[in-house]
C-alpha cells in the first residue's frame, strides 16, 4: 500500500497514511479505526521536524481515577473515544499530496477483495477469539464459518468495514464523528456497557506541533550521523 501510494506521486507521509489505513483491514488486532492515529515528519526542505497526532481519550462521564475493573474490561465500559480519523484527516492537511480519496483505495480492495490470514493475524485473532465473536455483527460473519473460527491460509473478507472506508473514502473524518454512524458507534458501545456521548465524539480533535530543528534539546538521538527524531515534535 506504501509503496502504491509512492507510484502515484504521493510522498512519504502518504505511503505513511495509505500504508495505515490498510493496515486496519489487514492487522487490525494491531490498527484500527476506534484508535489513535499519530505521523512524525521531517521536511527535507526546512531541516524541521514535526509531528500530528489524534489520540483517543476518556468519554467524559468516566472518571480519570476511576479503578480499572476485570469484570468490565472486555465491556463497552473499557472503550476510548477514538482520535484515529482526526489524526489522519490533520496529518493529510499538514502533510499530504495525494487527494485523500486515493488514500483509501489499497484498504477498500484488501477489504472487499479479501486476503490470506496469515500465522501472524490468526495467532492474535485466535486470541481474542472471545472478543472476536461475543457480539452479532461483522465479528462473527466475517472471522467465524459456521461457528469455527478461519484458519491459516483462509480468505477473510470484510464487506462492512468496506463500506464504512468507502463512506469515510466519500464524506471525510466527519462521516465517523457525526451523524448517523457516530450516533448507532455511541449506541452500539453503550449497549455493551460503554458510556459514550454524541459531545465525547464532537469533542475529539488532532495537533499538528510546529516545525523545530531536531537535535539533543529536541530529545533526538544519533544514528549513523543522523539525528532520529521523535513524535513529540515541539
Known sequence: AALWAL????????????????????????TSLAGG??????????GTFSSALG????????????????ERAFTGWSAFVPGYLRGLE??????????????????IAFAEDGFRMDHFLWGYSFKARKMLGRFEGSGRTDWFNDGFMKGVGEILRQPELAATLKMLQKEGADYF?????????????NEYGGEFTL????????HVSSGVVPGEALGCGKYRGYDIGIMGGG
Open 55 to 70: 489520540a483517543f481519550s476518556v468519554p467524559g462521564a468516566i472518571p480519570l481515577d476511576l479503578p480499572y475493573s476485570e
Open 199 to 206: 459531545q465525547d465524539m464532537a469533542n475529539v480533535k488532532a
Open 37 to 46: 492515529f499519530g505521523l512524525g515528519y521531517f521536511d527535507a526542505k526546512q
Open 90 to 107: 490533520a496529518s493529510h492537511n499538514a502533510y499530504g499530496r495525494l487527494k485523500w480519496e486515493e488514500l483509501w483505495e489499497p484498504a
Open 7 to 30: 507510484k502515484r506521486g504521493g510522498n512519504a507521509a502518504d505511503a505513511y497514511m495509505t500504508a495505515a489505513i490498510a493496515q486496519c483491514v489487514l492487522e487490525p488486532t494491531m
Open 177 to 189: 464523528y457525526k451523524g448517523a454512524f457516530a450516533k448507532n458507534f455511541v449506541e452500539t458501545v
